[in-house]
């Protein structure tokens, strides 16, 4: 027998759950986050490695890598000490870090994700302008996830391992430090089919990576993942949503917006 071993880039993941992101587009609200159940994806990524081989019947070890700022005390009055940075530029990052902090709870706590690879570094304040202006990289991150995975690789040949992140530098270092991964390594990722440029150009060079296992692409299983007992894909968007309550068995599901132009 043998286990599938978990290891996530947070950072990447939080940017397609947020607001506006990949995930979230893919249901009936895309200005709010897209509520992942981590349960629930390590289900389906066993059942994925599963298809591969029955042998592999349990989840081994659970990653997730990201870094979230460590605030001082006196964040707030930032914009009385500092020219350039503004309450506004504090409300944003604070909000930033708090999602980010309850995205790696969520993992932790209802998952059982280590988080020995959630790096938090101190808040400077020549960072905070580069936050605002998206040119803020973070290198732990990525480092952490390759040295993770081929790591439990080398040392668990028998396992299978998935990786998620839409980072296309990290293969070709698990591939030079690993070179038989296309055996029992795969992807999780965003498909290849996006329609902002910047995505579409990341996800090809990633499914340029041979694998002998086919990558779990998210958009397509949200439904699966998301948050909640009752989830459905829309009859007539393929918007996914999640009720209280179950539908009614041979009704066919609806998301608030086209149950509302039909009515």
């Known amino acids: ?26 249901t009936e609200d895309d200005t709010r986050p897209f509520k992942l159940d981590f349960d629930k994806l390590n289900k389906l990524l066993l059942s994925h490695a599963q298809s591969a081989s029955t042998e592999c019947d349990s989840i081994g070890e659970c990653f997730i890598a990201t ?5 001082p005390d006196v964040f707030d009055d930032w914009p009385n000490r500092f020219d350039d940075i503004t309450e506004q530029n504090i409300e944003i990052t604070r909000k930033n870090v708090n999602a980010r902090e309850r995205m790696v709870r969520n993992a932790v706590d209802n998952a059982g994700y280590n988080e020995s690879a959630v790096f938090r570094p ?4 020549y960072i905070i302008q580069q936050l605002m202006n998206r040119q803020y990289q973070e290198k ?11 790591r439990s690789a080398i040392t668990r040949p028998d396992d299978y391992h998935v990786v998620l992140t839409g980072d296309s530098d990290i ?16 992807l999780a990722t965003t498909h290849p089919d996006e329609l902002k440029a910047e995505h579409r150009q990341t996800s090809f060079s990633l499914s340029n990576f041979s694998f002998a296992l086919d990558p779990v692409y998210l ?13 459905y894909k829309c009859a007539n968007c393929s918007r996914v949503f999640v009720r209280s ?3 009614p068995a041979g009704a066919r599901p609806y998301c608030n917006p086209c149950y509302q132009q039909r009515t």
């Open 245 to 247: 309550n179950p539908i």
């Open 67 to 71: 870094s979230i700022f460590a605030l």
């Open 140 to 150: 732990q991150v990525d480092a952490a996830v390759v040295a993770l995975l081929v």
């Open 171 to 186: 293969l070709p270092a698990i591939k030079v430090a690993y070179p038989t991964y296309s055996e029992n390594v795969f």
């Open 1 to 26: 027998m043998s286990h599938l071993n978990i290891f996530i880039d947070g950072s990447w993941l939080f940017k397609v759950c947020q607001a506006g992101g990949v995930l979230s587009r893919t």
């Open 219 to 231: 958009q397509d299983v949200t439904e699966k993942i998301i948050q909640g007992m009752h989830s």
């Open 122 to 125: 101190p808040i400077r304040d």
